[in-house]
């Protein structure tokens, strides 16, 4: 097998995705216009998405890493809303979509259309979550973004399978897809609920942070598999199982938890880059096989299929956030007020992304009999121009959008007063233990000691309150970003004085690695400690 264009995909998209940071344009964006440009220069091979490696190899730990991230209280608390637009959005795209498409496109079969219709109507929210860190979205409408992400997945790809019964000849039924629909949300989470537990006991087991982490990178794979295996949902299992352990991570242990950041940090980083660009480079692959449709007619349904994707969203989105209230007072009690700005943001958050393309290769080329599948062609190109233009049109127009409808900022100084009010909490009941455990004589240590560890924590009781403070009027700098600087040189200091003593031979490399290690963590721990 020839690596080279896999590294070459994996090298280019990471690069392309670091330069975006210097840039106003997102990565995904800028990711996508890269591939489709690069698509034609000469020499470049052919990058299929292969549905067989995205849907069982990508989603998965895509999947993982942004739901550990989640807060699953806040998800819970934003379930009705993340609901709708997981299950109910979804399945009104697909119909909405599908009619629409039907009555468009001469000679396309409902079945047919309606498959298309599920293939787009998942939102891939990582541009627009992407966005809203950026901008400063307000938080409950982020965590409505990303628990739609999350889940509408599962509702798509079965509605798909729905679909694609009833175009292929195998007798699907509305009841039949009813049930398929509730095997697969029902399994799907009764998978997650049963290994959630085990596998956090087992992560709370291990001693070692290297079998902790390669335990972490296989469980989106066995979460997924295991359901996918008994015809559930491997979307929901992977999402139960991660929100799970993301909201119980505080129990591993703290070297774990260093390097499972820096490693999920690295895949999902390496996995989002390349999936973007892969979109860009499936144009020429998409437009090879588009045959009859060429032209201005080809362009034409593609506006049309876009306008009306969008247009959906908006006549769901109004309704879904304002309607429920009306009718419940219990809604009223319980759930903040909701305004048209919000309502506004979430109908035009909505770009579609590497899952829809890799659904619409997985369409069989033949239907029962040995026919072609209808226009299959056309829906990969309607796929495929339906999620370049929501994500280049949508993309681009959301940041300045959310600026103009200015949504009320974060308040840095009330954050940091309440975190300065939870630390003070915390280093109240931590000198209480601690002087409990020093009245054992089990656990009696030296004055200079037992002072050493009051030091440490009235210096990160205090840390909080002065960033609070003035700034340097030499440097402007803050007092926290001043205790980070001089950290920094300090530690520099020590560093550069191990490495001179190991090229003198008088340590050697394998007690140098260990003194580094240990000025990293005192690093890392000196820059957390000042904010």
């Known amino acids: 097998m020839d690596v080279m264009p896999l590294l070459l995909l994996v090298a280019g998209s990471t690069v392309i995705a670091a330069a975006a940071r210097r840039t106003p344009v997102p990565a995904p964006l800028l990711l996508v216009a890269v591939g489709l440009a690069v698509s034609y220069v000469p020499g470049v091979p052919d990058y299929t998405l292969d549905p067989e490696v995205v849907l069982p190899l990508l989603l998965p730990p895509l999947l993982y890493t942004s739901a550990s991230d989640s807060s699953y209280l806040d998800l819970r ?62 938080s409950r409408i982020t965590t409505i973004l990303q628990g739609e992400s999350l889940l509408n997945d599962a509702t798509a ?9 009833a175009a292929i000849g195998a007798g699907a039924t509305w009841v039949g897809g009813i049930e398929e629909f509730l095997l697969a949300a029902v399994g799907g989470v009764g998978v997650g609920l049963l290994l959630m537990a085990p596998l956090h006991w087992l992560r709370t087991r291990l001693k070692e942070p290297l079998l902790q982490n390669t335990l972490s990178l296989l469980i989106p794979f066995v979460a997924y598999g295991v359901a996918e295996q008994l015809h559930a949902s491997g979307v929901l299992a992977v999402v139960v199982v991660a929100l799970y352990l993301g909201h119980r ?43 009859q449709y060429e032209g201005v007619e080809a362009v034409w349904y593609a506006i049309a299929v876009f306008l009306v994707v969008v247009a959906a969203r908006f006549a769901w989105c109004y309704p879904a956030t304002f309607l429920p209230r009306m009718f419940s ?23 579609r992304g590497v899952v829809s393309l890799a659904i619409a290769f997985s369409i069989p080329v033949t239907v029962k009999g040995g026919s072609a599948f209808p226009h299959r062609n056309l829906v990969l190109f309607l796929t495929f121009t339906t999620v370049i233009g929501t994500l280049v049109v949508q993309g681009l127009t959301l940041p300045p959008l959310i600026r103009r409808l200015r949504f009320p900022g974060r308040d840095p100084q009330a ?28 656990n009696q ?38 205790y980070r600087r001089l950290s920094r040189e300090m530690i520099s200091s020590e560093r550069e004085v191990f490495v001179r003593l190991r090229d003198h031979r008088y340590i050697d490399d394998e007690m140098l690695r260990t003194l580094l290690r240990r000025l990293d963590l005192e690093e890392a721990a000196a820059y957390r400690e000042a904010g």
Request: net charge neutral.
């Open 157 to 165: 790809i079965t509605a798909y399978k729905v679909a694609l019964g």
């Open 445 to 482: 240590l030296p004055p200079s000691l037992a002072d050493r560890l009051r030091i440490m924590l009235e210096r990160r009781r205090n840390a909080v309150w002065e960033r609070l403070g003035q700034t340097n009027p030499v440097t402007g700098e803050t007092v926290d970003d001043t």
């Open 77 to 138: 608390a934003q379930m009705r809303p993340v609901a709708l637009l997981s299950v109910g959005y979804v399945l009104f795209a697909t119909v909405v979509v599908g009619w629409a498409v039907y009555l468009l496109v001469p000679g396309m079969p409902l079945p047919a259309a309606l498959v298309l219709g599920a293939v787009v109507a998942p939102p891939d929210a990582v541009a627009a979550t992407a966005v809203a860190r950026r901008v400063g979205l307000p």
């Open 329 to 351: 007072a219990r809604i009223r009690e319980r759930e903040s007020n909701p305004t048209w700005k919000g309502a506004m943001v979430t109908s035009w958050a909505g770009m």
């Open 415 to 442: 954050e940091t007063l309440a975190e300065a009010n939870a630390q003070a909490q915390a280093s109240r009941a931590a000198e209480a233990r601690l002087d409990e455990l020093l009245t054992d004589d089990r």
């Open 249 to 291: 991570a505080w129990e591993v242990d703290f070297a774990t938890r260093l390097q499972e950041e820096a490693v999920w940090k690295m895949v999902a980083f390496i996995l989002e880059s390349a999936v973007f660009a892969l979109i860009g480079l499936q144009l020429p692959i998409v437009l090879r096989g588009l045959g």
